[in-house]
């Protein structure tokens, strides 16, 4: 079966021919022109490998691959336009396989990225299991379950992300703010309440369902999930 490989590049017409060339190598491609769109496709599991851009709209190809190395090693590649030894040395340091300064060779990226799929399999092998716990909650974020004392919970994509983001930031007070713009994006145009909207879902299925107090209101402030209480 065909390697799959992610293209995450908002220059459309970069895109394009890089798209064709890994085409014409027999890979399949999919292609993201933003960071949010690219991290949720790369945190799909269907992809052998991820060209990241690091000047991206939405989310920042540093900021995409921070997340996605929360929770996957899948090989990935920065494309940078920027020549500088600080954006290379941070993204090796959070995990990038590779990096490759645009304008770049085809060739140079084809042998690239062979190298990096290469590495793939005793990674793939290390990878851990992504579970985020808070008491009596579990969520395997690679099978979007959530469960609640073994039983499960049905939620929503927009629920679960909600719920995820307040999980990996346990104890801390996130607010409003913040929330749009890590679950709903620097995008999100809308009514403000949205996030109480949806935090009043979450209760409804897992505070209140189970009667445990995970979801705490820090009043002028926003959310923080604690797993101190139980009644
Ligand atoms: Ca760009």
């Not at 060339?21 to 599991?45: M, N, P, W």
């Not at 990226?109 to 008491?135: F, M």
């Not at 996130?174 to 709903?184: F, G, K, P, T």
Request: charged residues 35%.
């Amino acid at each position: 079966m065909a390697e799959k490989i992610l293209l995450v590049e908002d220059e459309e017409k970069l895109a394009r021919m890089v798209e064709l060339e890994l085409q014409y190598e027999g890979y399949q491609v999919d292609k993201a022109f933003d960071g949010r769109t690219g991290l949720d496709r790369a945190l799909s599991g269907e992809y052998d490998l991820v060209l990241l851009d690091i000047m991206l709209p939405a989310l920042s190809g540093m900021e995409v691959l921070r997340r996605l190395r929360k929770e996957s090693q899948l090989p990935v590649i920065m494309l940078t336009a920027r020549d500088t030894v600080v954006d290379k040395v941070s993204g090796l340091d959070m995990g990038a396989d590779d990096y490759i300064t645009k304008p770049f060779a085809i060739e140079e990226l084809l042998a690239r990225i062979r190298a990096a799929l290469r590495k793939r399999p005793a990674q793939a092998a290390e990878e851990p299991r992504s579970l985020l716990a808070a008491g009596a909650l579990t969520m395997d974020t690679e099978r979007h379950e959530v469960e609640v004392r073994g039983q499960s919970v049905e939620l929503t994509r927009r629920e679960f992300d909600l719920l995820r983001y307040l999980l990996e930031n346990k104890e801390k007070v996130i607010s409003r703010e913040s929330l749009l713009d890590h679950v709903w994006g620097f995008d999100f145009v809308g009514e403000t309440n949205a996030v109480d909207v949806y935090i009043r879902f979450l209760r409804s299925k897992i505070d209140e369902r189970f009667d445990i107090k995970l979801i705490h209101t820090v009043r002028g402030v926003g959310y923080v999930i604690r797993e101190d209480g139980n009644g």
